[in-house]
């Protein structure tokens, strides 16, 4: 004790010393880039140890009074920081060396900023200038193939279709349960990312692992992705403008018949007599498809001073879907305000973001009455698509194409079908310095979601064999959030090598939800419509409905990382979780995590590595959760049931029942995972990127179990049971291949494998529950249509399926039992021995075995941008449903069928495949050019009324390279049952784009 | 000061409910506040009636089953529609799993309401006459439940309570369901209800009770296994109370049954259950049946779906002077509303529901031996009108379906006489000439035997659910019929030696294993 502090006085002694003895001098210089030789601007020069500064001016010239033997510190965003001891010289001319990782950046973490050189989770950082640009009608669509191990898909090109994204594939069953990751905007947790203009985000940090994400406790389990959108910077005021078109196309058509091909079918199978010549020749899919043209425009404006800033935008993006009339309007206005008060102490942020949309909408999905594409596909390709007098040709009264047959045109141009939202998004913090490093933070936020819901039919539609009396439907949701956040943070360094960052925190977080809700038939006038529901005379019981529900979630949370001298890391967290939503014997949940890090080149025994600028290891578990249930499961509650006449009275009374088995003890599906993870950078990080090794178990996976009839009521009870695996290894490495004047070429390749298998079944599971990747279609109903099957030890996305064995001499299609003998179903449903699960066998699996995204980034003559990235899954299989569907020449001579039907015709099968085989498994292997675009910017310096101008020409989906024989190989990965190609899906487009923005 | 301020919002906050995790409860009523009214009470024990209309569709099941696993009703594959995955074929030919959506829909849907009777049972500790009078009344329906499944599954769980039921029952015996339905009925029907107010044909009644144990003796060697005379006296004792009722008679006009504006109040319904096409929906037999085409016969709202047929030798059965012949079948040329023909734009001929439908399915092979014309199905077979198709049919009609009614029972009594004494008494022939009459039928020469009564009592009480019971008890429910005995097409699939009872549903069996046990 004694020593220590004669040694601070010796310091203080030379200190002083230095103070009386220094000298004085004027020094000026250039600061340069070192590859390029330009003079850079705006580059921080701070003699060491204080906060006397200056930075460079317009011709990277600058000036600074020091003394000498001090020394200077000049530092650039992109550059590596350069320090120069002064020796008296009056010019000091530098040139800095670009540095390609900022590894003092800060990332997001839950309730606080890191350090990017001191994570000790697996975080994916995604800065506004590396986001895809183009046709995007989904801000998440802006990072596909940016971050491995997170997976965005988008089933097809509907415009009002949301993409979904599966980090580290998903954890629980998805379809009973929300897979999706929790959304954080600014701070607010469970905010809807469709509330954020691309153009407004200034950054996505992705939470991974289960150490990251378990400060946000019960809501973590399938990741976190935070979104922060820009802020104004002190400065003059900055104006931006932007606008791009876009003109889509399909992709893709799919082979039906044509009119010509369809007669000849006739022909030459003698089946002439039978059909009906509708007397035109219609390709049904040019009918309902159109080269749709996609507007959007963004205006922002931001700045201010020291105290307050500000950032203000407003967006309207105007996409058109490639079906006609289906198309979603988006309009976004944001403001951001934050304001320094106290001597700087209390900082207060405010942000306000109002959406409005509107969606035109297309129903799909099934093989109903007003489903678009099947009705497309299905129709006779001999149909008439109008009358002699120009109406929509309805169905007549004659003919008989068959149950449902519908025309997509009546449905697409009479029928209205339309959601609109208003959405509003308040936040409000005040962040108070309380000392040095202690700051105590209380954050509210209002979310509010309204949605009104119209569809009309006039009458005449479904016409057919009489009369289509029309139907009104009119509803109207309100949606709302308010979250309450208080923390305490403390973060400081003690003796200039013990770095400690703490937070405690609470969270309080409200749902409701109301809906009221009309519906009616046998409307009166097709110009009225919903906006007159009186014009409708068939209004029934259960007819006007409405119904309203709230929880309300509470967190208890706290957070240590401490680090030594950013060579060694220790953290954990704690977070205790309570949700109105759990039942009565498990209402509170413990989250907690711990972590440890290993900055190895921070080391002295490395500092002899200048080739290595960073190798860090290191290791994290976590436990987090999913409570993504509806509220009230956990109860038994009285609904509204029968109505009944009242013997006694002669009324009708109303009789109330429960309508759901209750379980008290409902809670949360829980999450533990371990995470292994290195991070590496060469030659000044021109070379860098990371390899994370992942481990997840889900354990009490929430669903709609099975239970035992009796005793219960209800044959399915929602519950936690069984567990599942993920395991996974994802790679990245950046490099910047080229960086000279003339030209500039940065590459990243990432490439990431999930396995996922369940491991075990539980208390609930039943095989019931096991069936997945259901198909559906005319004549396709029923308990065995399922094309997958999970069971305990087997991989997620197994295909389960018969095995195919040709057509026999009477036309029947065979299959092969479990003893490999052939069976014709037929024959089997008569003698009782129908095909049945122990027939089937493991045909394929639709999990891809890998993920490849490789992005290129170039710069020419700094002018001139080219931006590209390739994307592949590779190993997946996919079951070609629509294949299957259109290939059963029954369908004949009324419904429409693909050209591969004629192959089965040609062997005798004269049916429909109605039980999932083999038969089509497709490869469903391939690589995607996502994104391509060509920039070209103008910097305007000294021009006092334009910074920059952009100009820039994109493609979306491009190019295609598969073998898969359906319209597009890639299907939306969600849950436990993917990857089955139904005929009901919104086509995917092709889009160019042209865009130009500038900046004031 | 500012910092206090801070503070002062956290206490606020946290005192305002910083762990609060109560649930507010918005649309329904928790169970714990349930009945709120006294008019909520009154009616309470009524939702135990809820399950029933579930049973008459593919919710439940129950009728589609007794109807297609019978000779009466054919689902026939027409083309690409009604295959259905092959669960109609199931039925049709006998060769049903433990996971048919049949078999798994009806254990489900009976069990549920005798879980809800069971569970308003559990909370009814008075007893006061009022209070004794609800416990017959639900007692009652949930024999009518437990009927119709040990009639169709065999050995079941005879659970009495909910609240206190075993998490994984094991089934009883058939035998000792028998006795348990019969005395629970015995003790409970004079404390019911009587439907001299007509209004209580719609609910567990004195003489749905009646009709009920009548039905149980009638089919009790079935259920225990062994011949009982006593069984088929207690049969005429119930039946004989039912007909000294003055206030239950027979129609003069049968048809008087189906139609809405006649049927709730018929002297002769004892018990039904009572459809709305709006507020109580759940009967589409016209749907399931009808042609796409009748929707113009009957200038209906919605199209019907092209389905079930009726079997050619059920049909066949009808003389056709028949006033039931008509009267149940819509069959022959078609015509719409006004009067018109409806012409097959295919074959430019006028439409026909040609009763000679010919195999239950459309497969290449079959389609080869008659050729591709002959499987055009789309117009085969008769269809069933026997429940009113009103103008303006919806989707769901407005029926009172007739569970029991007074020409069930005169053949119950007849039937009983024949197995007891070999022949009908004279009073009971008085009641069946006038089933005869009223259908413009005379008589058959031999009068009325054990050999005819199963066709008597068919064709009067075709679509009626009773056909599977009634086959069973005379033994042809399980050899070969129509479908399944015809020899000109492909393959005679044999008969499994198991069809009398369903099994017990895999989506039961494989949450509780205890099913598998022997039935204690």
Same mark, same amino acid.
């Given at each position: 004790?004694?020593?220590?502090?004669?040694?601070?006085?010796?310091?203080?002694?030379?200190?002083?010393?230095?103070?009386?003895?220094?000298?004085?001098?004027?020094?000026?210089?250039?600061?340069?880039?070192?590859?390029?030789?330009?003079?850079?601007?705006?580059?921080?020069?701070?003699?060491?140890?204080?906060?006397?500064?200056?930075?460079?001016?317009?011709? $990277?010239?600058?000036?600074? !009074?020091?003394?000498?033997?001090?020394?200077?510190?000049?530092?650039?965003?992109?550059?590596?920081?350069?320090?120069?001891?002064?020796?008296?010289?009056?010019?000091?001319?530098?040139?800095?060396?670009?540095?390609?990782?900022?590894?003092?950046?800060?990332?997001?973490?839950?309730?606080?900023?890191?350090?990017?050189?001191?994570?000790?989770?697996?975080?994916?950082?995604?800065?506004?200038?590396?986001?895809?640009? $183009?046709?995007?009608?989904?801000?998440?669509?802006?990072?596909?193939?940016?971050?491995?191990?997170?997976?965005?898909?988008?089933?097809?090109?509907?415009?009002?279709?949301?993409?979904?994204?599966?980090?580290?594939?998903?954890?629980?069953?998805? &379809?009973?349960?929300?897979?999706?990751?929790?959304?954080?905007?600014?701070?607010?947790?469970?905010?809807?990312?469709?509330?954020?203009?691309?153009?407004?985000?200034?950054?996505?940090?992705?939470?991974?692992?289960?150490?990251?994400?378990?400060?946000? $406790?019960?809501? &973590?389990?399938?990741?976190?992705?935070?979104?922060?959108?820009?802020?104004?910077?002190?400065?003059?005021?900055?104006?931006?403008?932007?606008?791009?078109?876009?003109?889509?196309?399909?992709?893709?058509?799919?082979?039906?018949?044509?009119?010509?091909?369809?007669?000849?079918?006739?022909?030459?199978?003698? *089946?002439?007599?039978?059909?009906?010549?509708?007397?035109?020749?219609?390709?049904?899919?040019?009918?309902?498809?159109?080269?749709?043209?996609?507007?959007?425009?963004?205006?922002?404006?931001?700045?201010?001073?020291?105290?307050?800033?500000?950032?203000?935008?407003?967006?309207?993006?105007?996409?058109?879907?490639?079906?006609?009339?289906?198309?979603?309007?988006?309009?976004? +206005?944001? *403001?951001?305000?934050?304001?320094?008060?106290?001597?700087?102490?209390?900082?207060?942020?405010?942000?306000?973001?109002?959406?409005?949309?509107?969606?035109?909408?297309?129903?799909?999905?099934?093989?109903?009455?007003?489903?678009?594409?099947?009705?497309?596909?299905?129709?006779?390709?001999?149909?008439?698509?109008?009358?002699?007098?120009?109406?929509?040709?309805?169905?007549?009264?004659?003919?008989?194409?068959?149950?449902?047959?519908?025309?997509?045109?009546?449905?697409?141009?009479?029928?209205?079908?339309?959601?609109?939202?208003?959405?509003?998004?308040?936040?409000?913090?005040?962040?108070?310095?309380?000392?040095?490093?202690?700051?105590?933070?209380?954050?509210?936020?209002?979310?509010?979601?309204?949605? !009104?819901?119209?569809?009309?039919?006039?009458?005449?539609?479904?016409?057919?064999?009489?009369?289509?009396?029309?139907?009104?439907?009119?509803?109207?949701?309100?949606?709302?959030?308010?979250?309450?956040?208080?923390?305490?943070?403390?973060?400081?360094?003690?003796?200039?090598?013990?770095?400690?960052?703490?937070?405690?925190?609470?969270?309080?977080?409200?749902?409701?939800?109301?809906?009221?809700? *009309?519906?009616?038939?046998?409307?009166?006038?097709?110009?009225? +419509?919903?906006?007159?529901?009186?014009?409708?005379?068939?209004?029934?019981?259960?007819?006007?409905?409405?119904?309203?529900?709230?929880?309300?979630?509470?967190?208890?949370?706290?957070?240590?990382?401490?680090?030594?001298?950013?060579?060694?890391?220790?953290?954990?967290?704690?977070?205790?979780?309570?949700?109105?939503?759990?039942?009565?014997?498990?209402?509170?949940?413990?989250?907690?995590?711990?972590?440890?890090?290993?900055?190895?080149?921070?080391?002295?025994?490395?500092?002899?590595?200048?080739?290595?600028?960073?190798?860090?290891?290191?290791?994290?578990?976590?436990?987090?959760?999913?409570?993504?249930?509806?509220?009230?499961?956990?109860?038994?509650?009285?609904?509204?049931?029968?109505?009944?006449?009242?013997?006694?009275?002669?009324?009708?009374?109303?009789?109330?029942?429960?309508?759901?088995?209750?379980?008290?003890?409902?809670?949360? !599906?829980?999450?533990?995972?371990?995470?292994?993870?290195?991070?590496?950078?060469?030659?000044?990080?021109?070379?860098?990127?990371?390899?994370?090794?992942?481990?997840?178990?889900?354990?009490?996976?929430?669903? !709609?179990?099975?239970?035992?009839?009796?005793?219960?009521?209800?044959?399915?009870?929602?519950?936690?049971?069984?567990?599942?695996?993920?395991?996974?290894?994802?790679?990245?490495?950046?490099?910047?291949?080229?960086?000279?004047?003339?030209?500039?070429?940065?590459?990243?390749? &990432?490439?990431?494998?999930?396995?996922?298998?369940?491991?075990?079944?539980?208390?609930?599971?039943?095989?019931?529950?096991?069936?997945?990747?259901?198909?559906?279609?005319?004549?396709?109903?029923?308990?065995?249509?399922?094309?997958?099957?999970?069971?305990?030890?087997?991989?997620?996305?197994?295909?389960?399926?018969?095995?195919?064995?040709?057509?026999?001499?009477? +036309?029947?299609?065979?299959?092969?039992?479990?003893?490999?003998?052939?069976?014709?179903?037929?024959?089997?449903?008569?003698?009782?021995?129908?095909?049945?699960?122990?027939?089937?066998?493991?045909?394929?699996?639709?999990?891809?075995?890998?993920?490849?995204?490789?992005?290129?980034?170039?710069?020419?003559?700094?002018?001139?941008?080219?931006?590209?990235?390739?994307?592949?899954?590779?190993?997946?299989?996919?079951?070609?449903?629509?294949?299957?569907?259109?290939?059963?020449?029954?369908?004949?001579?009324?419904?429409?069928?693909?050209?591969?039907?004629?192959?089965?015709?040609?062997?005798?099968?004269?049916?429909?495949?109605?039980?999932?085989?083999?038969?089509?498994?497709?490869?469903?292997?391939?690589?995607?050019?996502?994104?391509?675009?060509?920039?070209?910017?103008?910097?305007?310096?000294?021009?006092?009324?334009?910074?920059?101008?952009?100009?820039?020409?994109? &493609?979306?989906?491009?190019?295609?390279?598969?073998?898969?024989?359906?319209?597009?190989?890639?299907?939306?990965?969600?849950?436990?049952?993917?990857?089955?190609?139904?005929?009901?899906?919104?086509?995917?487009?092709?889009?160019?784009?042209? $865009?130009?923005?500038?900046?004031? | 000061?500012?910092?206090?301020?801070?503070?002062?919002?956290?206490?606020?906050?946290?005192?305002?409910?910083?762990?609060?995790?109560?649930?507010?409860?918005?649309?329904?009523?928790?169970?714990?506040?349930?009945?709120?009214?006294?008019?909520?009470?009154?009616?309470?024990?009524?939702?135990?009636?809820?399950?029933?209309?579930?049973?008459?569709?593919?919710?439940?099941? %129950?009728?589609?089953?007794?109807?297609?696993?019978?000779?009466?009703?054919?689902?026939?594959?027409?083309?690409?529609?009604?295959?259905?995955?092959?669960? %109609?074929?199931?039925?049709?030919?006998?060769?049903?799993?433990?996971?048919?959506?049949?078999?798994?829909?009806?254990?489900?849907?009976?069990?549920?309401?005798?879980?809800?009777?069971?569970?308003?049972?559990?909370?009814?500790?008075?007893?006061?006459?009022?209070?004794?009078?609800?416990?017959?009344?639900?007692?009652?329906?949930?024999?009518?439940?437990?009927? %119709?499944?040990?009639?169709?599954?065999?050995?079941?769980?005879?659970?009495?309570?909910?609240?206190?039921?075993?998490?994984?029952?094991?089934?009883?015996?058939?035998?000792?369901?028998?006795?348990?339905?019969?005395?629970?009925?015995?003790?409970?029907?004079?404390?019911?209800?009587?439907?001299?107010?007509?209004?209580?044909?719609?609910?567990?009644?004195?003489?749905?009770?009646?009709?009920?144990?009548?039905?149980?003796?009638?089919? #009790?060697?079935?259920?225990?296994?062994?011949?009982?005379?006593?069984?088929?006296?207690?049969?005429?004792?119930?039946?004989?109370?039912?007909?000294?009722?003055?206030?239950?008679?027979?129609?003069?006009?049968?048809?008087?049954?189906?139609?809405?504006?006649?049927?709730?109040?018929?002297?002769?319904?004892?018990?039904?259950?009572?459809?709305?096409?709006?507020?109580?929906?759940?009967?589409?037999?016209?749907?399931?049946?009808?042609?796409?085409?009748?929707?113009?016969?009957?200038?209906?709202?919605?199209?019907?779906?092209?389905?079930?047929?009726?079997?050619?030798?059920?049909?066949?059965?009808?003389?056709?002077?028949?006033?039931?012949?008509?009267?149940?079948?819509?069959?022959?040329?078609?015509?719409?509303?006004?009067?018109?023909?409806?012409?097959?734009?295919?074959?430019?001929?006028?439409?026909?529901?040609?009763?000679?439908?010919?195999?239950?399915?459309?497969?290449?092979?079959?389609?080869?031996?008659?050729?591709?014309?002959?499987?055009?199905?789309?117009?085969?077979?008769?269809?069933?009108?026997?429940?009113?198709?009103?103008?303006?049919?919806?989707?769901?009609?407005?029926?009172?379906?007739?569970?029991?009614?007074?020409?069930?029972?005169?053949?119950?009594?007849?039937?009983?006489?024949?197995?007891?004494?070999?022949?009908?008494?004279?009073?009971?022939?008085?009641?069946?000439?006038?089933?005869?009459?009223?259908?413009?039928?005379?008589?058959?020469?031999?009068?009325?035997?054990?050999?005819?009564?199963?066709?008597?009592?068919?064709?009067?009480?075709?679509?009626?659910?009773?056909?599977?019971?009634?086959?069973?008890?005379? #033994?042809?429910?399980?050899?070969?019929?129509? #479908?399944?005995?015809?020899?000109?097409?492909?393959?005679?699939?044999?008969?499994?030696?198991?069809?009398?009872?369903?099994?017990?549903?895999?989506?039961?069996?494989?949450?509780?294993?205890?099913?598998?046990?022997?039935?204690?």
């Amino acid at each position: 004790m004694k020593k220590r502090i004669q040694i601070y006085l010796v310091l203080l002694v030379m200190g002083i010393s230095q103070m009386a003895f220094a000298q004085s001098v004027s020094i000026s210089g250039t600061v340069t880039d070192q590859t390029t030789g330009e003079s850079l601007i705006g580059v921080s020069i701070v003699i060491k140890g204080t906060t006397i500064g200056t930075a460079t001016d317009f011709d $990277g010239n600058y000036k600074i !009074e020091a003394q000498v033997g001090s020394t200077l510190v000049y530092s650039f965003i992109g550059y590596k920081t350069f320090e120069q001891q002064i020796t008296g010289e009056q010019v000091v001319n530098v040139a800095l060396e670009s540095e390609y990782e900022q590894l003092d950046e800060l990332i997001v973490i839950g309730y606080g900023v890191q350090r990017k050189t001191d994570k000790t989770g697996a975080v994916s950082h995604i800065t506004a200038d590396e986001l895809s640009t $183009g046709a995007l009608t989904d801000p998440l669509q802006t990072i596909v193939g940016k971050a491995s191990g997170v997976v965005v898909t988008k089933g097809g090109g509907n415009p009002t279709d949301d993409a979904k994204i599966k980090i580290r594939g998903s954890a629980g069953i998805s &379809g009973a349960t929300n897979t999706n990751p929790l959304y954080v905007i600014d701070g607010v947790p469970g905010a809807d990312p469709n509330m954020v203009a691309p153009g407004d985000i200034e950054s996505f940090n992705i939470l991974k692992d289960a150490a990251s994400t378990a400060i946000y $406790g019960s809501q &973590g389990a399938n990741g976190v992705i935070i979104i922060t959108t820009k802020s104004g910077k002190s400065g003059a005021s900055t104006l931006s403008v932007s606008s791009t078109t876009s003109v889509n196309q399909l992709a893709n058509k799919i082979d039906l018949l044509s009119a010509q091909q369809y007669k000849e079918y006739a022909t030459k199978y003698e *089946l002439d007599n039978i059909f009906v010549d509708g007397g035109a020749e219609t390709d049904w899919q040019d009918e309902i498809y159109r080269t749709a043209i996609s507007q959007q425009y963004n205006i922002s404006l931001s700045g201010g001073n020291e105290q307050s800033t500000y950032y203000a935008s407003v967006s309207n993006q105007d996409n058109e879907g490639i079906i006609n009339n289906s198309s979603r309007n988006r309009t976004i +206005g944001t *403001l951001n305000v934050s304001h320094k008060a106290l001597n700087n102490k209390l900082t207060i942020k405010g942000g306000i973001n109002v959406t409005f949309e509107e969606d035109h909408l297309v129903q799909l999905g099934s093989n109903s009455r007003d489903d678009i594409i099947y009705q497309t596909y299905r129709r006779n390709p001999t149909d008439p698509t109008h009358n002699e007098d120009g109406s929509i040709a309805y169905q007549r009264l004659n003919d008989n194409r068959g149950f449902d047959y519908i025309n997509p045109l009546g449905i697409l141009n009479d029928e209205t079908r339309l959601d609109q939202r208003k959405k509003m998004l308040g936040n409000l913090s005040l962040n108070y310095e309380i000392a040095k490093g202690l700051n105590f933070k209380i954050a509210s936020s209002y979310l509010s979601s309204d949605k !009104e819901y119209t569809y009309f039919r006039p009458t005449g539609i479904y016409a057919g064999q009489g009369n289509d009396s029309g139907e009104g439907q009119r509803y109207y949701e309100v949606r709302t959030q308010k979250t309450l956040e208080a923390t305490l943070n403390y973060n400081t360094t003690i003796s200039e090598v013990h770095n400690l960052d703490a937070v405690a925190g609470y969270s309080w977080q409200e749902n409701d939800f109301s809906k009221f809700g *009309l519906n009616a038939r046998n409307s009166q006038s097709a110009t009225v +419509g919903t906006d007159n529901m009186k014009s409708f005379l068939d209004l029934q019981y259960g007819d006007a409905s409405s119904e309203a529900n709230m929880s309300r979630l509470i967190g208890f949370f706290g957070r240590f990382a401490y680090n030594y001298d950013n060579k060694y890391y220790i953290g954990g967290s704690l977070r205790a979780d309570g949700s109105s939503k759990f039942g009565e014997n498990n209402k509170w949940g413990i989250f907690p995590t711990a972590s440890l890090g290993w900055n190895v080149q921070n080391e002295s025994f490395m500092s002899d590595a200048d080739w290595l600028s960073q190798f860090k290891i290191r290791a994290s578990y976590g436990v987090s959760g999913n409570q993504s249930f509806g509220s009230y499961f956990s109860r038994s509650v009285f609904d509204p049931g029968d109505v009944v006449t009242d013997p006694i009275s002669g009324n009708p009374v109303l009789v109330w029942s429960t309508q759901r088995n209750a379980n008290p003890n409902l809670q949360w !599906e829980q999450t533990a995972e371990y995470n292994l993870g290195i991070d590496y950078g060469f030659f000044s990080s021109r070379i860098s990127g990371s390899l994370e090794l992942y481990s997840k178990n889900t354990t009490n996976m929430l669903n !709609e179990y099975s239970v035992p009839v009796p005793p219960n009521k209800y044959p399915k009870t929602w519950a936690n049971s069984g567990s599942m695996t993920n395991k996974g290894v994802e790679f990245y490495v950046t490099a910047h291949v080229v960086d000279s004047k003339a030209m500039s070429w940065k590459t990243t390749l &990432g490439a990431s494998r999930n396995i996922g298998k369940i491991t075990d079944l539980g208390e609930f599971w039943t095989e019931n529950d096991s069936k997945q990747g259901w198909i559906s279609g005319q004549g396709i109903v029923g308990g065995d249509n399922w094309t997958m099957f999970v069971d305990s030890g087997q991989g997620i996305g197994d295909f389960f399926l018969y095995e195919f064995a040709g057509i026999d001499d009477k +036309g029947d299609a065979l299959y092969l039992n479990k003893v490999k003998e052939k069976e014709t179903e037929p024959d089997s449903v008569k003698a009782g021995k129908m095909l049945t699960i122990e027939d089937r066998y493991i045909a394929g699996n639709a999990t891809p075995d890998v993920e490849l995204s490789w992005s290129n980034n170039f710069v020419f003559f700094d002018n001139w941008t080219l931006d590209f990235s390739f994307r592949g899954l590779f190993g997946q299989q996919v079951y070609n449903h629509t294949r299957a569907y259109f290939s059963s020449p029954i369908f004949f001579p009324d419904a429409n069928i693909m050209e591969s039907a004629t192959k089965y015709m040609d062997e005798g099968f004269f049916g429909q495949f109605t039980v999932p085989s083999d038969e089509f498994i497709e490869d469903a292997s391939f690589v995607r050019l996502d994104y391509l675009a060509l920039g070209y910017n103008i910097n305007f310096k000294n021009n006092d009324y334009i910074k920059s101008l952009k100009l820039s020409l994109m &493609g979306n989906n491009l190019l295609m390279f598969t073998n898969y024989s359906g319209a597009d190989p890639e299907m939306t990965i969600d849950g436990l049952g993917y990857g089955v190609d139904t005929f009901s899906l919104y086509p995917k487009s092709r889009t160019v784009s042209f $865009g130009i923005s500038a900046t004031f | 000061m500012k910092i206090k301020f801070l503070y002062s919002i956290i206490l606020i906050a946290f005192a305002a409910g910083c762990t609060n995790l109560d649930e507010t409860i918005y649309s329904g009523i928790d169970e714990s506040e349930y009945p709120q009214t006294d008019a909520q009470a009154a009616v309470s024990h009524l939702s135990s009636y809820d399950a029933l209309a579930d049973l008459f569709d593919d919710g439940g099941y %129950w009728y589609l089953t007794q109807e297609i696993t019978s000779d009466e009703l054919v689902a026939p594959t027409r083309a690409a529609d009604w295959y259905d995955g092959g669960k %109609w074929l199931e039925l049709q030919y006998h060769s049903w799993s433990n996971s048919a959506d049949a078999v798994q829909n009806m254990w489900n849907k009976l069990f549920e309401g005798i879980a809800e009777a069971n569970s308003i049972l559990d909370k009814i500790v008075s007893t006061e006459e009022a209070a004794l009078k609800i416990r017959a009344e639900v007692e009652t329906i949930r024999s009518l439940y437990y009927f %119709w499944l040990f009639d169709n599954y065999g050995d079941v769980p005879y659970l009495t309570t909910y609240f206190s039921a075993p998490e994984q029952p094991f089934r009883n015996k058939r035998a000792d369901i028998f006795d348990s339905l019969t005395t629970t009925l015995e003790e409970n029907y004079q404390l019911l209800n009587s439907i001299e107010n007509p209004t209580y044909k719609n609910y567990a009644s004195k003489e749905m009770a009646l009709a009920l144990l009548a039905k149980l003796y009638l089919n #009790g060697s079935v259920y225990t296994g062994s011949a009982n005379n006593a069984f088929y006296e207690k049969t005429i004792q119930y039946c004989n109370e039912l007909l000294s009722l003055g206030y239950l008679s027979l129609e003069d006009d049968v048809m008087n049954l189906f139609r809405i504006a006649t049927s709730g109040q018929s002297p002769e319904m004892i018990y039904s259950v009572p459809f709305e096409e709006t507020s109580k929906k759940g009967f589409r037999l016209h749907m399931r049946s009808l042609g796409y085409i009748s929707k113009r016969t009957f200038n209906m709202t919605d199209q019907p779906w092209n389905g079930l047929a009726v079997i050619p030798t059920f049909f066949a059965k009808y003389e056709e002077n028949d006033v039931r012949r008509d009267g149940y079948f819509l069959h022959g040329p078609q015509f719409d509303y006004q009067g018109a023909p409806i012409i097959d734009e295919k074959s430019g001929k006028q439409a026909d529901f040609n009763p000679n439908i010919k195999i239950p399915e459309m497969t290449t092979a079959n389609m080869q031996i008659d050729g591709i014309e002959s499987f055009n199905m789309t117009f085969d077979g008769a269809r069933v009108k026997k429940y009113e198709i009103y103008a303006a049919a919806k989707e769901n009609l407005t029926v009172n379906f007739p569970v029991f009614r007074l020409a069930d029972v005169v053949f119950m009594k007849a039937e009983a006489e024949l197995r007891l004494n070999g022949s009908v008494s004279a009073e009971t022939m008085t009641y069946v000439n006038k089933i005869w009459s009223r259908a413009n039928q005379t008589p058959p020469a031999e009068g009325l035997t054990l050999n005819n009564i199963l066709d008597e009592r068919g064709k009067e009480l075709f679509g009626e659910g009773h056909r599977r019971n009634d086959m069973i008890r005379f #033994g042809t429910f399980d050899q070969p019929f129509w #479908g399944m005995g015809q020899t000109d097409m492909t393959g005679v699939p044999t008969p499994n030696d198991i069809q009398n009872v369903f099994p017990i549903p895999l989506s039961a069996i494989s949450s509780n294993p205890n099913l598998e046990a022997a039935p204690q």
